[in-house]
């Protein structure tokens, strides 16, 4: 603990004196704009989107962004919306980024404003429903677009709202998410000098929570291909045997986090979920396909256990005969919360929490493309609870459940997070490190 916080003290050095208070005007301005909040949330979820065929969703946020005056790109990375809102003096770039897109779900909560929209998804007729939340998302960056564009002559630096298509990962043999927009030159001219990002899930109704460093992991994907020789399931010893080697393989992988990385800095996981190889009972195959995924939380464990995991693999299999091809494809990097800036925004999150107080949550093994923003400038990402009051967060339903609910009490206490913390970075000047 002491280490970690030498770490963020080194880290921070502002350009000037950060101011957090709470301004009624904020606080009036925010108050008037969440029954269109709320109208846009069920708006969205009523009409979700797959990755990257939000086009009424982007419209809805494209046009909201030109009545408030902004000047708006169209159609990056797809479907994508970027707004930038100049202030009147001069200060940083702030981007603030929501996901817009929904899951081939098919919605079973009772609600009004429930999805009814059905389409085609990798051959198979399914609904679609925001059950990632993203709906929240899209609804509390147009609330905070309109509060902030309000402001404009008193606003010292400028906004990027960036309003992303596919979070969840474009459709089989299409590019998108955040990595194309950052391709697509997102985050520069001008330039964004830090980026702010939150998630629903559930947790108490108005809960915000955050972590510095690692807070959401890489998720890599991994192949392996194990060549025997095949021969009777009788005869062993005719042959190499794929089977065997793939089991010892599988054994030898899990003690790479056990035993092999550092526990005490990062928890990483190496999951074998789908193994294929074999005809019948009584014939050892020629060869066993796996596929897996690695989840890593400390950018130094990154590319290290992917040397230890093809060490492994290739060791195994030429100890019994074989050999082994292995495939890493690096997926999501991790989503990295720079040290500096989140510790310089916790008072911010505390102010905006519906009680006042803001969480250091434990890492979370799930995977976020915000990330792909994080590589490129400083950014916080955190989380923000809309499990209802009286109701177990621990034991309600989770994102991409067919049940997943969000509390509508959460709304504000998002708008008031990202609004403050756009206020409050740029009333702090940038961070230097
Ligand atoms: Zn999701
Ligand atoms: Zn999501």
Request: with cysteine; glycine share 10%.
């Amino acid at each position: 603990m002491v280490l970690a916080l030498c770490r963020s003290a080194l880290l921070v050095v502002v350009t000037a004196s950060p101011t957090f208070a709470q301004s009624p005007a904020v606080a009036r301005r925010i108050d008037q704009v969440m029954p269109k909040v709320v109208a846009w949330r069920r708006d969205v979820h009523q009409n979700p989107e797959l990755g990257n065929r939000e086009v009424r969703t982007a419209k809805l946020v494209a046009d909201h962004l030109r009545a408030l005056g902004m000047e708006v790109r169209t159609g990056v990375a797809h479907t994508g919306v970027v707004g930038l809102l100049k202030g009147g003096k001069p200060g940083p770039i702030v981007a603030l980024r929501a996901d817009m897109d929904a899951l081939p779900v098919t919605e079973q909560v009772s609600l009004p404003f429930a999805s009814r929209v059905r389409t085609t998804y990798n051959g198979q007729e399914v609904g679609v429903m925001h059950a990632c939340g993203h709906d929240n998302h899209v609804a509390i960056l147009m609330g905070v677009a309109e509060v902030l564009a309000g402001m404009k002559s008193e606003l010292a630096g400028t906004v990027k709202f960036i309003f992303q298509p596919a979070e969840e990962g474009p459709p089989d043999g299409e590019d998108g998410g955040a990595k194309m927009m950052v391709a697509e030159g997102v985050l520069t001219n001008p330039a964004a000098d830090v980026i702010f990002g939150l998630h629903v899930w559930p947790d108490t109704v108005g809960r915000l929570t955050y972590r510095e460093g690692g807070i959401m992991a890489a998720a890599d994907g991994l192949r392996i291909v194990v060549r025997g020789k095949q021969t009777h399931g009788a005869v062993p010893w005719g042959g190499v045997d794929p089977i065997v080697t793939s089991a010892q393989i599988i054994n030898s992988l899990q003690t790479i986090p056990s035993r092999q990385m550092d526990l005490t800095a990062a928890p990483s996981i190496v999951t074998i979920g789908q193994i294929t190889g074999g005809i019948r009972g009584n014939i050892i195959p020629d060869s066993v396909v796996m596929v897996g995924t690695i989840r890593t939380l400390d950018p130094a464990h990154h590319d290290d256990i992917h040397a230890r995991i093809r060490r492994t693999v290739e060791k195994v299999a030429e100890s019994a005969g074989a050999t082994a091809e292995v495939t890493i494809v690096k997926a999501y990097p991790i989503t990295y919360n720079d040290p500096a800036l989140t510790a310089r925004m916790v008072p911010t999150l505390k102010k905006a929490a519906r009680d006042g107080k803001a969480a250091v949550l434990p890492p979370v093994t799930g995977a976020e493309d915000f990330s792909y923003f994080q590589q490129k400038i400083p950014g916080l990402y955190f989380f923000l609870g809309v499990t209802p009051d009286g109701v177990n967060p621990a034991t309600t339903a989770k994102n991409h459940s067919p049940l997943f609910f969000a509390d509508e009490k959460a709304l504000p206490v998002g708008v008031r997070a990202l609004t403050q913390l756009t206020l409050d970075y740029m009333a702090g000047g940038k961070v230097v490190q």
